[in-house]
């Protein structure tokens, strides 16, 4: 296992398969987020609901208002989960190295733990934050304009939202909400460490009447888990996406007044604003994305850190 882990063939698939998982969440999801972000950062009261958002979104700015904002995480996204993955794979085999391991059973091989699994999530988390915290920051911004005409606007796109936000605050002003960020994708650690869990409940119905295949295996377990990860991550990503939204012409907030203002306006409750549309765009979004990496890492012969 060693040497096969050394080879630099094993540690760049993971990289590329999360290209793809990157590009299958932008696809497959967008539309919901877009519906989210205006739940958490619009006034209170502004929407009843999602599917009041929703309606009023698609009726005074048209349906192709859903995806405003997408440029940055259509390009961006592929980035982003290529180091979030690309560098889960390379922490799993890290730790795998470091004897963080136990026996696989009917097998003389090991495994690396449960707890590995989160470990390797919290790691990829925090190592995805450094590029996904700009992009979001602009993803925010653009999906939050309401203007139906582009001339009205005060971001004309991605690049024209970025130059402001650098003239501003500096080229550092793009990582605002970076706390944030942090708080959020620290969230991965349930993510992954839920999915590993449900992967090996699949595999203990392998010779039953209701054995199911790997790659159904991997969309179930990454649809399952991807709840698990919402309901622990909304708070941190209402306060993210706050600070995220502060126009760019007024000062960058820090992440404990962001987290009192939201108490402030609406309680404890607040910290769980749009948590309905997520849990909707959860399930698809992220069993498919994983589906899609799971399949690509088998497709591109990646050693295996589960059985």
């Keep these: 296992m060693a040497a096969e882990s050394d080879s630099g063939h094993v540690r760049i698939v993971g990289a590329i398969a999360g290209v793809g998982s990157g590009l299958t969440k932008v696809a497959v999801g ?12 619009s006034p209170p009261e502004t929407y009843k609901n999602a599917v009041d958002c929703f309606s009023k979104i698609v009726r005074n700015e048209s349906v192709f208002a859903l995806y405003k904002g997408a440029t940055p995480p259509a ?37 690396l733990t449960i707890v590995g699994h989160g470990i390797a999530g919290l790691f990829a988390g925090w190592t995805s934050a450094l590029l996904a915290t700009p992009m979001e920051h602009l993803k925010v911004k653009l999906q939050l304009q309401t203007q139906k005409s582009a001339a009205d606007r005060v971001y004309k796109g991605p690049i ?23 708080a959020f994708r620290s969230n991965f650690l349930w993510m992954f460490g839920s999915f590993e ?85 959860a399930f698809p979004v992220n069993a498919s994305a994983l589906w899609v990496y799971e399949g690509l890492m088998r497709l591109l012969g990646a050693e295996k850190t589960r059985h």
Excluded at 30 to 41: A, E, S, Y
Excluded at 89 to 97: K, T
Excluded at 258 to 281: K, M, N
């Design 30 to 41: 967008h539309g919901f987020d877009t519906v989210k972000t205006r739940m958490q950062c």
């Design 75 to 111: 390009v961006g996204w592929a980035a982003i989960d290529s180091l979030l993955l690309g560098s889960l794979h390379n922490y799993r085999l890290f730790l795998i190295g470091q004897g963080l391991t136990e026996p696989i059973p009917g097998s003389d091989g090991k495994r």
């Design 160 to 182: 024209d939202c970025a130059k402001q936000i650098v003239r501003s605050h500096g080229v550092l002003g793009l990582w605002s909400g970076f706390t944030g960020s942090l």
């Design 197 to 281: 869990v449900l992967m090996r409940a699949f595999s203990n119905l392998n010779g039953t009447p209701y054995a199911v295949s790997t790659p159904t295996a991997n969309f179930l377990s990454g649809g399952l888990g991807s709840f698990v990860y919402w309901i622990m991550a909304i708070p941190a990503d209402n306060i993210k996406n706050r600070m995220m939204a502060t126009p760019h012409d007024q000062p960058k907030p820090s992440f404990r007044t962001t987290a009192r203002q939201i108490i402030a306006e609406g309680g404890y409750r607040g910290f769980f604003r749009g948590l309905g549309p997520t849990l909707l765009r």
